[in-house]
């Protein structure tokens, strides 16, 4: 949906200049004309690229900047300064992007174009009908365009908290399992060429006793301590999760499977801890870019997960306390 916004906005932005050459107000010399041209396929281009797809972060600066420059050049093709102190209100949808994914550095250079490119059409207007009115829709145009991406910027701000909480298990911190998911899939689309993402299923041995024996509290600070040990045994760019109840998630991917290093590296961590506790590790592993190219990413993980969970289960049935590992379905070909 973002996509097709961003692409009828942009189509707008090649439209809109290139309709007004037959306009009342149409450029009456050639540099006009040429800038209503050149808005117009700028415009294009950015509508071709949120048609075909999402943009890289480069590709999305290059986006921003020739939007930018597209409306611009759309408002000094304008020979009517009214007219083009109304075009400039389309700076209010650039810059409410940049806002949204780009940098502080980005924003400020916008707006100084921003406040720019009105000043011309702003003096040409005072010319003919007087400087207040002049000054009051000059006014009128920044206020618009930088209420926008600086409204934008707080309720991220306001929202960045909750958000973040939102990803997170309130007891031990760890991800939840909806993060996860979005997590795996960025750690497995930054893979290699011949990469294997390994997911491991924790799932804790006897945490019934210990709620039982020593009740809900210890059970907690035990579930608080196995999340820390996870971290402590995990690689930093490893994703580890509370998936719920006594059990977790760990997802990482290496250039040569690790799974049985992987597993039982975090059994022995989880044995270590004073709890009386132990984990039943289940593995699995698939190659990133089967899972980048597969129809849902985040259902070909899921598979994984189930596929992991089934060893974990084949290891509490052999009595607890170590790993097992499934091998996924594979095509060498």
Request: charged fraction near 15%; proline fraction near 4%.
């Amino acid at each position: 949906m973002t996509r097709v916004v961003l692409a009828v906005v942009s189509a707008s932005l090649a439209c809109l200049p290139v309709a007004m050459l037959w306009g009342s107000a149409a450029p009456h010399d050639t540099t006009g004309g040429v800038l209503s041209v050149l808005a117009g396929f700028g415009g294009a281009g950015c509508a071709v690229l949120w048609i075909l797809r999402w943009p890289t972060r480069s590709e999305s600066v290059v986006f921003a900047v020739a939007a930018t420059a597209s409306i611009a050049m759309g408002v000094l093709a304008q020979t009517d300064p009214t007219i083009a102190l109304l075009c400039c209100t389309a700076f209010a949808t650039i810059s409410g992007y940049i806002a949204m994914f780009h940098t502080a550095l980005l924003m400020s250079t916008t707006a100084v174009v921003i406040a720019v490119v009105p000043v011309i059409p702003a003096v040409a207007l005072a010319s003919t009908g007087g400087v207040v009115r002049a000054a009051c829709e000059y006014g009128l145009v920044l206020v618009v365009n930088v209420a926008v991406p600086y409204g934008i910027q707080i309720f991220i701000h306001a929202l960045g908290g909750d958000l973040l909480e939102a990803d997170r298990d309130p007891l031990t911190g760890l991800l939840n399992r909806r993060a996860f998911y979005e997590r795996t899939g960025r750690l497995v689309a930054a893979g290699g060429v011949g990469d294997e993402l390994v997911v491991a299923v924790i799932d804790l041995d006897r945490f019934k006793q210990l709620n039982d024996a020593r009740g809900h509290a210890a059970g907690d600070l035990a579930l608080v301590a196995v999340g820390r040990a996870l971290i402590e045994h995990t690689r930093p760019a490893a994703v580890v999760a509370r998936a719920g109840g006594e059990e977790f998630l760990v997802a990482d991917v290496f250039a040569h499977p690790e799974f049985d290093i992987l597993g039982q590296r975090l059994c022995d961590a989880v044995a270590a801890l004073p709890y009386s506790i132990t984990a039943s590790i289940g593995t699995a592993n698939a190659r990133c870019d089967r899972i980048v190219h597969a129809d849902d990413s985040h259902a070909a993980i899921g598979a994984l997960i189930a596929t992991a969970d089934e060893a974990m289960y084949d290891a509490k049935r052999n009595g607890g306390n170590r790993t097992c590992h499934q091998p996924s379905p594979r095509d060498d070909k």
